[in-house]
């Protein structure tokens, strides 16, 4: 394997694959970036085993070959290399490396122990934009569960039905739900549970622009797009029926303004408990009244304006919740909706007029009061 290659494009192209490298691992060559110089560029590729990216780079070849080098080295190497062409030799198990009169020597490993990444056919895929795919995951993924006791809500759920495509996370207490319009070219029908780690890597690796192949093969869904691939595992399992929390009959309605409220539980989760977060909030005729009592420590109140007509609702949260439900409301205004006290209730976005209405919705399950 030799190349030549500039500076930039060595430390994009490893800046992009060394995300996905394990900060631990039992497998040497896992800690290694696979590059692969062929007519054309380097390809470059880190995996953790659960998600694997690759990526081809520019370069200027003159002799293909394969080897793995130790990833994070590496990218340190580039980032601090002066502003010239390196040129890149593999010589038996080692890369040297020599740009202007710097020169370094890596030891490699193998390009054989480094594991396959997964054989998806993406001619059997569906196509979707960037932006639309990148809202998705931005809007729901937050969701997701943390506790291990429950792998199947540790990922996020991926629907695609009739021309529509959604995404839904929940972790029980919270759950976010999106839906875009799929276009004509998804005639699938499918659901996969996706972990929120490759997520992270589509939205850090797409641009809004880009134009995304997504593919499944087996247990693995694939995602490429203009010399960018991201591959992962699913998480294997039946998701739970989520249609059946979502409320149907909710009928008190309140809008709001979303960073009036949001500054105002913010001020309100200073006092309140730090084990159930719990803050009440009192909906009355074009106001609510935001209370917390929190015997050890004190008390806090508040009050706004909103548009609410109906009898007197009392209704209990935790204020984490509710503050990340609102942090990803993408719009100025905010309609609430509850039944009882003890019901879930759902937030969802006002359009401005004019804006096409998007398919979106929060809930959140509340916390009982305690008198």
Known sequence: MNFTITRQNLHQGLAAVSASIPTKTTLPVLSNILLEARDGGVWMSGTDLDVAVRVQVPADVEGTGSLTAPGKKL??????????????????????????????????????????????????????????LQKLIHHTSFA???????????????????????????????LARMAVPAGPATTTSADFIVPPAALQQVQRLFKPEDELEVARDGNHLGFRSAGTEVYTRLIEGTYPNYEQVIPKDNDKNAIVEKGALESAVRRMAVVASDQTHRIRLVFDEGRVQLNV???????????????????????????????????????????????????????????????????????????????
């Open 75 to 132: 990218q340190e190497i580039a980032r601090e290399l002066p502003d010239q062409p390196v040129a890149v030799v593999a010589r038996g198990d080692q890369l040297e490396l020599k740009c202007g009169r710097s020169a370094f020597k890596l030891n490699g490993l193998p390009s054989e122990e480094f594991p396959s990444l997964p054989g998806v056919d993406f001619e059997k895929g569906w196509s979707i934009r960037g932006s639309e």
């Open 293 to 371: 009592l929190t015997p050890d420590l004190g008390e806090g109140e508040d009050e706004l304006e909103l548009d609410y007509s109906g009898e007197e609702m009392e209704i209990g949260f935790n204020a984490n919740y509710l503050l990340e439900v609102l942090r990803y409301m993408p719009t100025d205004e905010v309609k609430l909706t509850f039944r009882a006290p003890e019901r879930a209730a759902t937030l969802e976005p006002v359009t401005p007029e004019g804006e096409d209405d998007m398919d979106y919705l929060c809930l959140v399950m509340p916390l009982r009061l305690l008198d």
């Open 144 to 174: 997701v569960s943390t506790e291990e006791s429950r792998p199947i809500l540790n990922g996020v759920l991926w629907e695609l039905r009739d021309g529509r495509m959604q995404m839904v996370a929940t972790n029980g207490h919270r």
